[in-house]
Structures are given as structure tokens and as C-alpha cells.
């Protein structure tokens, strides 16, 4: 069930703290993978959230949740621009991006890593992963951290936080619409 996942890997998305969350799951078939993806669409899309395949690989799939106002905002940033224009991003609207980044996790080979923008991750840290190749970085968490360090713990303890109240509610019977923060909610 991708309601369990969606707490267990987005909780940080449906609580509005975070742009959006990856996830890989296992599936019982496209078909059906698709007609969960819509029913829970149709649940999440009310509360700025959209929930996207990126890629389908046998009986695993990548999904992406986000919230789609945020991402909106993020991929206006001229800095996100030019770093997104050297991966061979050339429109920034939610759907073009969405595209571009879709092909590029399609294609295989090495991991596209300016997903971390889509991840809400610090544009310096990404840039610094890259040209580190992953290496010599100062805290590894959530993402791995090059800079700032104090301000990446705090969040990477809120993200916990989150997932483990968040899980603890969603075991205990709380539905997912409920753990849904509405985009602009307070």
C-alpha cells in the first residue's frame, strides 16, 4: 500500500516542511501502480501535493512527491536556473523540468544528481557533491552536507522528528488526508 510508504518516505512533503521526498516501491503491475497513484492524486491534489512516477524498472518504481507551488517557486530562482541549464534543463515550468529530469532518470547510467533541487536540498551542497563526486563531505544525513552544518542538523532532526510522529499517528489510525498539510496552511 503506498499510503504507508508515502508516511514512512514523505512524511517531511506532507507536512510541508520539505519541497518533496523520492521513494522506491515495489509493484504489482503498471496498470495498478498507475490507478494508485490517481486515487491518491485525487487526495493529495487539493492540498498542493502531487504524487509522479519517474521511473518504472520491472516491478520497481521511483515515485516523486512534491508540492507543486514550491517547486513553482524554486525552479524561478535564476541561480536554480543556470545550475539546472548545465543538465540540459531549458524550461522551468513545473512540467518541463519534471520532463527533463524524467528522461534524464530514464536514461540510466549515473544518477542525474540535481535531483537534489526537486529534494529541496541546498544548491551548494548539490553543486559541492558533484564536484566532490560524492566525497569529503562534512555531515552525511538526509543529504550529504559540505556547508552550514549546524543548519543541516537542525533540519535533518526535524525531518526525524517528523517521520517518527508522523509514522507513530498513521500505525495508530490517523489517515493519510489528515497528515496532509494544505499548501499555505500554517
Not at 542525474?112 to 548539490?126: A, K, N, Q, R, T
Not at 543541516?152 to 488526508?177: H, M, N
Request: with cysteine.
Amino acid at each position: 500500500m503506498l499510503e504507508k510508504t508515502l508516511v514512512e518516505h514523505g512524511s517531511p512533503t506532507l507536512a510541508r516542511l520539505k519541497l518533496g521526498s523520492l521513494m522506491n516501491v515495489f509493484h504489482k503491475g503498471s496498470d495498478a501502480l498507475k490507478e494508485e497513484v490517481r486515487r491518491l492524486n485525487r487526495m493529495l491534489a487539493p492540498k498542493g501535493l502531487v504524487l509522479t512516477v519517474l521511473r518504472m524498472d520491472g516491478r520497481r518504481a521511483l515515485l516523486y512527491l512534491f508540492r507543486c507551488a514550491h517547486l513553482r517557486q524554486k525552479l524561478r530562482c535564476p541561480l536554480v536556473q543556470g545550475f539546472l541549464r548545465e543538465y540540459g534543463y531549458e524550461g522551468f515550468s513545473v512540467a518541463s523540468a519534471l520532463k527533463t529530469l524524467r528522461s534524464r532518470v530514464e536514461l540510466g547510467g549515473e544518477f542525474p544528481h540535481e535531483i537534489g533541487v526537486f529534494l529541496d536540498y541546498p544548491l551548494s551542497d548539490i553543486q559541492d557533491f558533484i564536484r566532490h563526486g560524492g566525497r569529503n563531505c562534512r555531515m552525511c544525513g538526509v543529504w550529504k552536507v559540505y556547508s552550514n552544518e549546524a543548519d543541516a542538523a537542525r533540519t535533518f532532526s526535524r525531518y526525524k522528528k517528523c517521520k517518527d510522529v508522523y509514522t507513530r499517528l498513521y500505525r495508530e489510525g490517523c489517515p493519510l488526508a489528515k497528515l496532509t498539510v494544505a499548501t499555505g496552511a500554517a
